[in-house]
Structure formats: C-alpha cells, structure tokens
C-alpha cells in the first residue's frame, strides 16, 4: 500500500529524472494514491533496469544453415554441400542481438528492445539471450507476432548469401517505440539501432529518444546501401535515412554502404565516391554527418575509424582459417561498443587504435565459430589476441574461472549437440538400423575403440537387459581370435567418431567376407565406415564445441542419446515388459522395485 509519505518522496525522486517527473505529475496529480504512485514506480524500475546499460532495438531472428558446394547465380541450379543432408542447423542470431551478445562477453551489461512472438522461434531466441547473459525482461512477446527467420547458404570457403523474413520486427515503427521502449532507451548508457530490418521511423524514434534522455551515446549499425533499405527492404524515406544518419552520435557502415551512403549526403561526388581510399571515405564520411564516431568495415581489408581530429587504419586481424563470417560485421560492433561503453569516444591515436583493435578482433572470432554468436572458444579467441597485441581490453574480458563459464558452456553444448542431432537426423537411416537390429537372429555384437569403445560396451549391456541378446568385442581384438565369436545370423554395431578408426573400417571387410553384415554410428556421414554399412546412424558436433582440440565430449553425449533411442525403440517393437525386464534384472534396488 501507498502512504502519502511514500507519493512525497516518489515525487522529490521524480524531479531528478526530467522526463519521468511529467509523467510522474500527470498521472498522480488527480489521483490521491496508490494508482499514480504504481506507475511512476512502474517506469522508475524501466528506468533504473536500463541505467548504465547498452539497450539495441533491432533484429533478431533465428538463422537456418544450409551448406552449398557454391551459391548459384541467377538462372542457374545449385547443390547443397551434402546429397542427403539439407537444413545443416538452426542458430539464433540477428544484427542487433548479435551485437549485443558480443558486447557482453566483454563485461557490458545489455538488453534487447525486440518483438517475437511465442513460437517455436521466438522461445530459441529468448532462451539463447538468456544463456548468453543478455536482458529479455523488455522483450514485447505477443501470440500476433512472427519471430523473424532468416535462411543462410554457405560455400565450402565460408562466404554465405542470405534472404530474410523480418517477422515482428518490420513492425518497429515510432508509434512502437514510444509505446513499448521509450523508457528504457532514455535511462541507457547507449543506444543501439540499425538500418537494416526496423522501419527508419522507428530507429529515427530510438535516436531522438536517446538524444533527449540520458544516453551518453547512439549508435547506427548501417548494415545494408541506402537503395536496398529503401527501394527493396522498404524501410522507408530517403528523408528518413538521412535523418537518422545525421542524428546518431557513432556510425558503422560496411565500405560498400559507406560507399553510396556519402553520395546520397553529398552527390557532388556521386560519381568520385568509389574511387576513394577507406581513409578519405571515412573521414569525409565524418565531416559530412558531423559523428562523434565513424568506424567503417571493410572484412579482409581492417577497418577505419574517424574521429573530429583523427583518423586511424587499422589492420585486419589475420585467420588460417575461416569458419564462418557470418555477423563478424556485427561482432566487430558489439566489440567496438564494449570500448564505448568502458572508455568513451577516444581522444587520442593511441586510443583509436586500441578500440580498432578490439572491434577487429572481436568480428575476427567470430569468424571462427559457426553462426554470429559468442561461445567460450571465440571468447578465448578475442582474450588471446587482445593479449598478444598488449590491448588494454582485454582486462574487460569475463574471467571465466570465476564464474565457472566452461562449466556451463559445456552443458551448453551438450544441450546443442542433442538439439542438432534431433534436428538433423536421418529417419530413414535410423529406421534401416534399428529394423536390422529387430529383425537380427541371432546375437548384436557392438564394437568400438577409446571413448567409443565405452559406449559401445554400454550399448551391449543395456540391449541384453531388455531383450535383444549382445556382446562387447573390442575394436582390436577382432583379428586375434574374436572373429570366431561372428557367426551367420549375428548383426554388428560398430562406434566411430571419425568413421575413420583403422581396427574398425579393417573388421568391417573381414566380417562382409563372412556375410555378417555392419551397422554403425557415427561422426561423418561421407566416412569410410558410414560407407561400408549396411546402415548407418550419422550425428553432428561443432569442431569448436569440444575442448583442448577434440576431447570426446558432445561426441560422447550424441552417442549416449543415440544408443538411448535404440534401445527404446527395440523395448517397444518387442514389447518388452516390466515383467520382462525384472526376470533379466532381479538383483539391486531396481529389481526389488520393478513390478511392485
């Protein structure tokens, strides 16, 4: 309840926030207590939620992964990377979630400004953001809204095209904002938006709210040419991408962008424009707007930043191999505004250079992980380079010791591993493999070597205790004497991360002289022993997702589940009972409990 005291003092509290104490006034002033008090409170906690934070009103989509040996051009047929494998996996991502996901690992607090509906998609983002440390308490969720989706083809060599469905959020506009973030951008530290999916009106709103409340700075992500905003995405006016390219305090614009943005501002040079240097580019670029900041991208080539008195280029960081660039241009923004939020707008070359650093490391890890989102192998990317270039960032970098990060990220990619061997599973295959194990006459022998051998084992004990009659033979001891042990009728079950282990793909010949046929699960679908199966059960891990270089983990996790299924499967195809079970499981606590 509240007290006339306690509307005394919301009052005297309201005065130190301008733009809360109108409102605090007009909703108080004709109502005595409790209603008018219940929403300045309201929007002191909107207030107070985002104070000091980096609040981004943007797109958030989920990206689904298709591999393709190239992308085709117009008129022409393509193929995927795989003939058997279509959707590769499904990761969240967006220009603005993404940006803000990176922008956390370096200890800046974040939250999204978003609108997703509660379908399947929108639950993935969420849960993600969560996982990832990134605010989902301002989040507008409606059962009218589409969670935007986006479909990605990448060549073999990492480059990618991409098409888009913005969902909810092509429904940003001013009306929106107001209504739904006006607070929580006025009480930010920064401000993020971007011209890419959220119509101009509402990122020309999100500007102007950041300008006349408390943000110290806003920054536009300029993500695609001012003609695809505005004559294909239809985002809006020429008029209002100006506007909101004049209002914003820090602008990132890819070259390309860049490039026909300066003309559109200033077309005396319309024609001169793609002749410039990145340097000239950007910093006419600067003059013309009059930024704060101007940081301009350019992949393999670095990236430029300008300021009022300087103009610094920075060299590109330098990758054997790249996995993915998919978001390093949003990567490298959220690394730039982690150096914003703890440093400001630099004043001297020296830190220019270092906040350049730090946003091209930051787009540089992101290149080495699958999808635009951080994960502990590109946190540790941006740790080690930040170290080796003696950057002062990197004292801003979580201490994952701390706070038991590989601890939680390896859970994190076990849940992963089970997702995408559910989503990419092969019914078929699976079918083929357990309608050969039902139908075996005579024994299963399961074989594998290391970690796989482990849970072949497993496999063999778990199968005899519910009805189907197995045995463990190690991968090498097949030649030297175990052959013996396969006779007409038996089936084998043969385990392989690699599909490549030499005992296994050596037995797999020597049993099809002797017509005993071989199952396997495995890592890799093209492998030799996936190959030479009769069926085969193909799950899929992130390289990154396992620690020290490979040590089996996700692996071993995708087999567990994988052998779980089976096992499942063949209890209800032979209808094996309670009862059953406790006739080949009486002894233990279990077999007292079974059918009681």
């Given amino acids: 309840q509240t007290s006339e005291t306690t509307i005394t003092q919301l009052k005297m509290a309201a005065r130190t926030v301008p733009f809360l104490s109108g409102r605090f006034l007009s909703s108080s002033s004709t109502l005595a207590s409790q209603k008018g008090a219940s929403i300045v ?73 978003f609108l997703q509906g509660d379908d399947p998609a929108g639950i ?53 904002v107001h209504k739904h973030f006006e607070d929580a951008i006025k009480g930010s530290h920064i401000l993020s938006t971007e011209i890419s999916q959220v119509p101009l009106s509402g990122v020309l709103a999100c500007l102007q709210l950041a300008k006349d409340g408390n943000a110290k700075l806003s920054a536009l992500d300029v993500d695609v040419q001012p003609t695809v905003a505005i004559e294909q995405a239809l985002l809006g006016s020429q008029t209002e991408l100006i506007d909101c390219v004049m209002l914003a305090d820090v602008l990132k614009p890819a070259k390309h962008a860049a490039q026909e943005l300066l003309g559109v501002l200033d077309p005396s040079i ?30 393999g080539d670095g990236c430029v930043l300008a300021t009022e008195n300087h103009c610094v280029t920075v060299d590109p960081c330098k990758l054997d191999k790249v996995v993915d660039a998919t978001g390093a241009g949003d990567a490298f923004l959220g690394g730039l505004l982690a150096g914003l939020y703890h440093s400001g707008i630099p004043e001297t070359l020296e830190g220019i250079q270092s906040l350049g650093e730090l946003a091209n490391v930051t787009g540089a890890a992101c290149c080495q992980v699958l999808g635009a989102l951080p994960n502990q192998f590109g946190v540790d990317q941006v740790r080690q380079m930040l170290t080796d270039r ?56 399961v074989t594998g070597l290391g970690k796989s051998g482990v849970v072949a084992k497993r496999m063999a004990v778990s199968l005899t205790s519910t009805g189907t009659p197995a045995q463990f033979i190690h991968a090498a001891e097949w030649v030297h004497g175990d052959l013996g042990s396969a006779c007409p009728g038996d089936i084998v079950v043969a385990f392989s991360h690699s599909g490549k282990t030499a005992e296994c793909l050596q037995i797999a010949d020597l049993l099809k002289q002797r017509k005993v046929p071989v199952l396997s699960i495995t890592g890799k679908e093209d492998s030799p022993l996936a190959q030479a199966s009769k069926a085969s059960i193909v799950y899929t891990v992130d390289p990154n997702s396992e620690p020290v270089g490979g040590a089996p983990t996700c692996s071993v996790v995708a087999q567990e589940a994988i052998v779980n299924a089976i096992v499942s499967e063949l209890i209800s195809r032979h209808k094996f009972t309670e009862q059953d079970f406790k006739f080949n499981h009486p002894g233990g606590t279990l077999g007292k409990t079974l059918g009681s």
């Fill in 41 to 113: 409170v309201v929007h002191f906690l909107f207030y107070f939620r985002c104070l000091g934070s980096i609040v981004g009103c943007g797109s958030n989509v989920v990206d689904r992964f298709f591999r393709v040996k190239e992308l085709p051009k117009p008129g022409e047929k393509g193929y995927f990377a795989s003939p058997t494998t279509i959707l590769d996996d499904s990761v969240v991502g967006g220009v603005t979630l993404n940006h803000l996901a990176w922008a956390g690992t370096l200890q800046v607090p974040t939250s999204g400004l």
């Fill in 124 to 176: 993935m983002i969420r849960e993600s953001m969560k996982e990832l440390g990134v605010s989902t308490d301002l989040i507008q969720v409606d059962s009218k809204y589409t969670t935007a989706e986006s479909y990605v083809f990448l060549q073999l060599d990492g480059e990618r095209s991409i098409v888009m469905a913005s969902g909810a959020t092509s429904l940003i506009s001013d009306e929106c």
């Fill in 270 to 299: 319309r024609t001169t424009v793609y002749d410039m240097s990145q340097a000239d580019l950007t910093q006419r670029l600067r003059d013309v707007t009059n930024s704060s900041l101007v940081a301009l991208t350019s992949g």
């Fill in 390 to 445: 003696s950057n002062k960032y990197v004292e801003n970098l979580r201490d994952s010791s701390n706070e038991m990060a590989s601890f939680k990220n390896s859970l994190t990619a076990d849940i992963h591993t089970m997702q995408r061997t559910y989503e990419l599973l092969n019914p078929e295959s699976a079918n083929a493999f357990v309608t050969s194990l039902e139908q075996c006459q005579g024994r299963v022998l």
